[in-house]
């Protein structure tokens, strides 16, 4: 990577040029380089110039704070920016937190934020307990937790009751034991009650949707206790934060922004030699490999261990290496070392062609945009290659020792992940049933014998709390075959269950290959006799199979049963979604107004009927996916 | 303290508190002088000194005490602070992180 002042002057060429794209990659070049509070105001002030023509992800962050955050705000923004988001960040007044929450009218309400950040300390919200506790007699000490407990639930309250956005709590740190090595000869004391409070908090979570615990405590403790602090800067303006602290704490925020702003990636496409393993099969032969139990063997092995977290996580496995295929393949299967082994890996490109083509074809093959990929490479050269060519790629970047790479995957941000649904764990098995599916289809005669052949049962069901999670997560994350691209949270799918005048459906797709899980998401809003389609997309694991015909089918009788006579919705092109462009067109839906690109599309309820396709049986079901109450086909 | 004082190229020290000024304070290098302080440069606001100072720590890998903090009131009187703190730790001019 070129020097700091060279890249400053590629991206200020760039900027004259107009190359936006690439000045994008530069900045992020610099900023993995001079990632620090005084490059932040630069790398802000060149995005001013670039934003508008940079496909970012807006989102819009409010802080409230019981310390000063104003020094990280930049850096935040920086960080965000060179990883495709845009973050309008509004900071609450000093140690105001309470009142803004509880007034509807407050600067936290009007700013109408996406995401609110909760940081307050155990020194401000229970100072009893981390400068006095000595004091306390039991029974005061629970009060305290007692009261902040109360606190902190009557704060998420109130907050729902206003605004739909998500919430990360910075949960309360521990202060150095005041009561010495007396604190753990006992069964309550100073850090038991910070124990105490920060399991309520993870329960208050656990109570409302879209409420999210940021382990602030473990962030200071992995840092250091007595490293993370500037106490003079404390004392002086109320910031907590030593200068080394920085750039830790605003890496543990982006965390959490990048799942709920959806810039995440589904596959992490890895190489073999010297990353999943030690040494060049080609030349040391698979004896010659390092990989094992003992040193150095260890070291990768730790390194296929964070993967394996990444692939129980729901992230697709790819293999993007130069080798010769028959031999890696071995050598992935029958090394004794190995943690991994090809059933773990959704892709395969193990040959000699660029990996920036490599790349692009395994999100062909897996039927996912480019962006979805994260690269981890341990040579350089391929990393600027990719980065390059490819700049939708995230690159990871890797340090110069093996002994890094396992907290380099665990620190990425683009792998974290706010639940976990059961499609997630059972995601590579999908694929791989998917992979046979395509064989069939290459083998079946007609696309109708092919059709007939997968045996498919789709389940449409009213979404009900079990399902809610994975509903939002595909509003959330469906790009492709998705006709408004309508972001939505738990809470807000929660409210539009809860009201009368709305359908929203889950759809669950079976063949003869396995359960795909939740696939597809309805939402409808009826009024004055029109149905209007608010939702409509469908997984790419399952396009181009007619679900999509019998989710319209459906709709078409939902509808009339809701009392409409016409169903109407609107195609909101995006980069991504031409997929879905001619869903309504080809099920004989009249176009009746546009604006801003979007067209508005309208049936008749009286006239027309969608064919119902004779492969699919369906099951209409009030709640549980596994309930066999069927309409007839 | 004068504000026509020349920037020798030799000083590394100020060359660089310079750099961090111009990046946090949002100005162009040239408005920027020996003497620049929050009287002359008007985005140097309480909030903004507080990101200089985080920025020079980062920078420097020094780290201010209150008392310090509140002495680095131009350009001038930060190089000089910081050109006794780097002799005092025996270390280079502290090529950051």
């Known amino acids: 990577m070129a020097h700091s002042k060279e890249l400053r002057e590629q991206v200020e060429s760039c900027l004259a040029e107009g190359r936006w794209a690439q000045a994008h990659v530069r900045l992020g070049d610099f900023w993995r380089k001079e990632g620090r509070a005084a490059a932040a105001n630069y790398v802000l002030s060149c995005y001013e110039k670039m934003k508008a023509h940079l496909p970012l992800v807006p989102t819009r962050i409010a802080f409230l704070r019981s310390m000063t955050v104003e020094p990280l705000v930049p850096i935040l923004r920086s960080a965000a920016l060179v990883q495709g988001i845009d973050a309008t960040v509004h900071v609450g007044q000093f140690n105001s937190y309470a009142q803004e929450i509880l007034d509807p009218a407050s600067a936290l309400y009007s700013f109408d934020p996406n995401i609110v950040v909760l940081a307050v300390q155990t020194r401000d919200i229970a100072p009893e307990i981390w400068d006095g506790y000595a004091d306390l007699s039991e029974a005061d000490a629970q009060a305290a937790v007692d009261r902040v407990l109360r606190d902190f639930a009557g704060w998420v309250r109130a907050f729902r009751e206003r605004s739909n956005a998500s919430v990360v709590i910075h949960n309360l740190e521990k202060p150095i034991a005041s009561q010495g090595i007396l604190e753990t000869q006992r069964k309550t004391g100073q850090l038991a009650a910070i124990d105490q409070m920060n399991a309520g908090l993870r329960a208050l979570c656990g109570e409302h949707r879209g409420v999210h615990v940021l382990d602030y405590d473990a962030l200071v403790a992995q840092h250091g206790r007595t490293r993370w602090h500037d106490e003079g800067k404390w004392l002086m303006v109320r910031m907590p934060f030593a200068p080394d602290s920085m750039l830790p704490m605003v890496g543990a925020w982006l965390k959490f922004i990048h799942p709920l702003t959806g810039v995440v990636c589904k596959v992490l496409a890895v190489d073999l030699d010297n990353t999943l393993w030690g040494g060049v099969l080609g030349e040391d032969g698979v004896d010659g490999l390092k990989l094992g139990v003992e040193y150095p063997g260890a070291l990768y092995r730790g390194f296929q261990r964070a993967i394996l977290d990444l692939y129980q996580r729901g992230v697709l496995l790819a293999v993007c290496s130069k080798n010769n295929h028959d031999e890696a393949m071995a050598a992935l299967q029958n090394h004794p070392g190995m943690l991994l082994r090809p059933e773990h890996f959704a892709a395969f490109r193990i040959n000699w062609q660029d990996k920036a083509r490599n790349l692009r074809e395994i999100a062909a093959e897996l039927n996912l945009g480019i962006d979805s990929i994260a690269f981890f490479d341990d040579n350089p050269v391929e990393r600027e290659l990719v980065r390059t060519e490819v700049p939708e790629v995230k690159v990871i970047e890797v340090p110069g020792h093996v002994q890094g790479y396992a907290q380099a995957l665990r620190d990425c941000p683009f792998f974290e992940r706010l639940t976990l649904s059961a499609e997630d764990r059972d995601k590579t098995q999908q694929y791989h049933e998917q992979r046979k599916r395509s064989e069939l289809e290459q083998t079946a005669g007609s696309l109708e014998d092919f059709f007939r052949s997968l045996e498919q049962e789709v389940v449409i069901a009213n979404v009900t709390p079990d399902s809610i999670a994975r509903v939002a997560q595909l509003t959330q994350k469906t790009n492709q075959y998705n006709v408004t691209t309508r972001r939505y949270t738990e809470q807000q799918i929660a409210e539009f269950v809860a009201r009368p005048d709305c359908g929203v459906y889950s759809v669950g797709v079976k063949d003869r290959f396995g359960d795909n899980g939740i696939v597809g998401v309805l939402i409808t809003r009826t009024e004055d006799e029109v149905c209007e389609i608010d939702t409509f997309l469908l997984s790419c694991r399952v396009i181009g199979r007619t679900i999509e015909t019998a989710m319209l089918g459906f709709l078409t009788d939902a509808s009339k049963a809701r009392g409409a006579s016409l169903l109407q919705g609107w195609f909101i092109p995006t980069k991504k979604n031409t997929p879905v462009k001619d869903l309504y067109l080809s099920h004989k839906f009249q176009p009746i107004s546009s604006e801003n690109g979007a067209t508005l599309w309208s049936l008749n309820l009286g006239e027309a009927n969608i064919p119902f396709p004779e492969w699919i049986r369906l099951h209409v079901t009030n709640g549980s996916h596994r309930s066999n109450e069927s309409r007839a086909q | ?97």
Request: charged content about 15%; overall charge negative; proline content about 5%.
């Open chain 2, 1 to 97: 303290m004068s504000q026509t004082v020349p920037i020798g190229p030799t000083n590394l020290v100020l060359n660089k508190v310079l750099a961090v000024a111009t990046d946090v304070f949002q100005v162009p290098q040239s408005t920027l002088v020996a003497g620049s302080s929050p009287d002359t440069v008007e985005t140097w606001d309480s909030l903004h000194h507080l990101s200089f100072v985080v920025a020079l720590e980062q920078e420097f890998n020094v780290q201010f005490s209150p008392e310090e903090i509140e002495q680095l009131l131009s350009i001038e009187l930060t190089t000089a602070l910081l050109e006794e703190k780097l002799k005092g730790n025996g270390s280079s001019n502290g090529s950051g992180i």
